[in-house]
């Protein structure tokens, strides 16, 4: 299995960006999805997740500007992110879970978002 992100960048504050992540390479039904937040000098940190059936949970940081959002059939997962922060600059990676036997996550390599004030 392959997670893809894209769609990172450089932008101002107040700006808006648009994340994509694609899962490849299985045909099991991928469950969770969501993505990570990695600040630079700290750790990672969850943004936002959505199960399969689109319940979805939000870091109170983010809460009221990001919006998380799925494609199942294209095994895709989408974070709209406004009004950006400078506070939120750091390397966004996403996740898939999916259950052979037991559950795995596997993940994305991470993409790059700069906010600059």
């Known amino acids: 299995v392959q997670l893809q992100a894209s769609g990172g960048g450089l932008v101002q504050a107040g700006g808006s960006l648009r994340l994509s992540c694609v899962a490849s390479?299985?045909?099991?039904?991928?469950?969770?999805m969501g993505w990570y937040h990695q600040a630079p000098g700290k750790q990672r940190e969850l943004v936002a997740a959505?199960?399969?059936?689109?319940?979805?949970n939000y870091a109170g940081s983010v809460k009221g500007r990001f919006t998380i959002s799925r494609a199942n059939a294209k095994n895709t997962v989408y974070l709209q992110m406004d009004s950006l922060k400078p506070e939120d600059t750091g390397i966004y990676y996403c996740?898939?879970?999916?259950?052979?036997?037991?559950?795995?996550?596997?993940w994305g390599q991470g993409t790059q978002v700069t906010v600059s004030s």
């Open positions: 390479g299985t045909t099991f039904k991928v469950n969770g």
């Open positions: 996740y898939a879970q999916i259950r052979y036997v037991t559950q795995t996550t596997y």
């Open positions: 959505i199960t399969s059936d689109n319940n979805t």
